[in-house]
């Protein structure tokens, strides 16, 4: 599952800053992910939980913010907000649209204690 990968990819971060900045328990984790990342939101939420069992996030909240598709419409010649990959533009229907914004996850903020 991408999902799950991605969740330890996320740990892996969290473990990252924990050992750099010397903090020992995590309470919330804030997640942007793009609305064209292709990541499902309830899959995420599972594979979080699964792994932060037993780590140093154990119990965090973990809160998702959601950034809005931006595309580039080779008809208009501009940048349109889509809402999905492969969603056509919506000023002039065309598919000819090229996902520039919105299409990642990254760790947005920790919540430390
Ligand atoms: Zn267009």
Redesign the pocket.
Known sequence: MHEMSLAESVLKIVDAAAASQGFERVTEIRLEIGALSGVEIDAMRFCMDAVLRHSLAEGAGVVFEIVPGQGW??????N?EIGALYD???????Y??QPTGGTEMRVKNLLVE
Request: net charge neutral; proline share 12%.
């Open positions: 419409c080779m008809q208009c010649g501009d349109v056509p533009c919506p000023r002039c229907g065309s000819q649209v």
